[in-house]
Nanobody, 124 residues
Framework: QVQLVESGGGLVQAGGSLRLSCAAS????????MGWFRQAPGKEREYVVI????????YYPDSVKGRFTISRDNAKNTVYLQMNNLKPEDTAIYYC?????????????????WGQGTQVTVSS
């Protein structure tokens, strides 16, 4: 049984930082590309970073580029999202997801597994 479990969300003031973690189990972690997505109330789910299987290729949308950084530890089956200089518009539920697809996968429907999400709230 595959599980992705996020942690690290919370309430932070604008300009602050948070580090999200996503621990994976039940899958060969190194065989999956990983992504972090978010969904704010009334909005569609969007990716904030997508990463290839090796982690050698990543892509960030302009909204988070230079502020968010993904990293992965294959030995711990864990992927991280470091979020700096947070803004109120970053407020959302953040999800990690795993895809068996190759390269950079931006389409949510191509992700095989999802975590339950962790709330990030940024106050102004």
């Amino acid at each position: 049984q595959v599980q992705l479990v996020e942690s690290g969300g919370g309430l932070v003031q604008a300009g602050g930082s948070l580090r999200l973690s996503c621990a994976a189990s039940g899958l060969t972690f190194s065989s999956y590309g990983m992504g972090w997505f978010r969904q704010a109330p009334g909005k569609e789910r969007e990716y904030v970073v997508i990463s290839s299987r090796s982690g050698g290729s990543t892509y960030y949308p302009d909204s988070v580029k230079g502020r968010f950084t993904i990293s992965r530890d294959n030995a711990k089956n864990t992927v991280y999202l470091q979020m700096n200089n947070l803004k109120p518009e970053d407020t959302a539920i953040y999800y990690c997801a795993a895809t068996s697809g190759y390269g950079l996968v931006s389409i949510t429907g191509r992700y095989n597994y999802w975590g339950q999400g962790t709330q990030v709230t940024v106050s102004s």
